[in-house]
Nanobody, 117 residues
Framework: EVQLVESGGGLVQPGGSLRLSCTAS????????MSWVRQAPGKGPEWVSYISVGADRTRYADSVKGRFTISRDNAKNTLYLQMNSLNVEDTAVYYC??????????WGQGTQVTVSP
């Protein structure tokens, strides 16, 4: 059974940092590209970042470029998102998602990130 379990969310002040983790199981993690997707209250899902199988290619939404860093440890079956210089617009539930060709076929349960003074 494919499982993606996010952790690391929480409440942080503007300008602060958080590091999200996503532990994968039930499939060969090193064979799949991964992404982070977020959903703010009352809004649709927003793609945040992408990382290739071997971590040699990464992509970021313009809204987070220069502030967020995606990485992965294939030996630990874990995906990360380092988030710096957080602002209130980053408040959302963050999901770890597995990429399958052009689709996202599995999602984690999400972790809440709240940025508030």
């Amino acid at each position: 059974e494919v499982q993606l379990v996010e952790s690391g969310g929480g409440l942080v002040q503007p300008g602060g940092s958080l590091r999200l983790s996503c532990t994968a199981s039930g499939f060969t993690f090193s064979n799949y590209a991964m992404s982070w997707v977020r959903q703010a209250p009352g809004k649709g899902p927003e793609w945040v970042s992408y990382i290739s199988v071997g971590a040699d290619r990464t992509r970021y939404a313009d809204s987070v470029k220069g502030r967020f860093t995606i990485s992965r440890d294939n030996a630990k079956n874990t995906l990360y998102l380092q988030m710096n210089s957080l602002n209130v617009e980053d408040t959302a539930v963050y999901y770890c998602v597995r990429k399958f060709y052009s689709d996202y076929d599995y999602w984690g349960q999400g972790t809440q990130v709240t940025v508030s003074p």
